[in-house]
């Protein structure tokens, strides 16, 4: 009873964590989109009803891509790589940082329904919190001056912050509450990246040759595609905002 309890106990702290860093994200968002559009004179309303419509369609696409993960040579099995910012850095240029932050939460919630978390939640709560990290500096550099040196600033900025706080957050957070929740000691997850790399003998070896590389790569992909794909739908979605 009293393991049940403490499990019970331990899966509500990680929710109100969980949503807690979710809630930070959007404050972040709002408060800087808000004062670079009063700064402009800009007064159109953050989520107008046809951008939340648009921005409904790049979750669920966000999620279908979230699933069709692929599996990396460098890294042990439970990281892959996806493309599911591409929707939210998108959306996040056409139509500002709450709508890049909303299309990755609404995002993990659709993921969820389509396939079940295999990670204790933990998984979400990585890729949530490190897609904010590129699409949150991308967008915000992006919307003080839209030109496409400033989306390339943006990206390179934002892929950057993704690399170095998901290699720190997976060390010091993500995978000490992976194995507490999984139940898989600490010494077994290093040991998986152990068998790719030799030389891996802590966490921190394992974030820098695993998690690292992962995230330089996945942030480097994603902003080359939206750098090449967002200038064509540009005219597009902000069509749909009229």
Do not use: W
Request: charge should be positive; glycine fraction near 6%; aromatic fraction near 10%.
């Amino acid at each position: 009873m009293n393991q049940l309890l403490q499990t019970v106990s331990e899966n509500l702290i990680f929710v109100l964590e969980f949503l807690g860093l979710v809630a930070i994200a959007f404050g972040i968002a709002y408060a800087v989109e808000k004062a670079v559009k009063k700064k402009k004179g800009d007064t159109e309303r953050i989520l107008a009803t046809r951008k939340i419509v648009v921005m409904g369609v790049f979750s669920a696409i966000s999620a279908i891509l979230m699933v069709m993960e692929m599996p990396v040579p460098f890294a042990p099995s439970f990281y892959a790589i996806d493309f599911s910012e591409l929707p939210a850095l998108i959306g996040a240029f056409a139509y500002g940082p709450v709508a890049g932050v909303m299309i990755e939460f609404c995002k993990i919630l659709i993921k969820i329904f389509i396939k079940p978390s295999s990670t204790a939640f933990v998984g979400e709560l990585a890729n949530f919190l490190t897609s904010c990290m590129l699409v949150l500096p991308a967008s915000i550099i992006y919307l003080h001056k839209k030109s496409r040196k400033n989306a390339i600033i943006g990206t390179i900025a934002g892929t950057f912050l993704m690399t170095s706080f998901g290699t720190f957050f997976n060390a010091v957070y993500l995978l000490p509450k992976f194995a507490r929740m999984y139940g898989m000691p600490l010494d077994s997850i290093i040991a998986m990246g152990t068998a790719i790399h030799p030389s891996i003998d802590s966490v921190t070896g394992l974030v820098i040759l695993c998690v690292a590389p992962l995230n330089l790569l996945k942030g480097s992909l994603v902003s080359l595609l939206t750098i090449l794909i967002y200038k064509k739908l540009s005219p597009i979605l902000k069509a749909a905002q009229k």
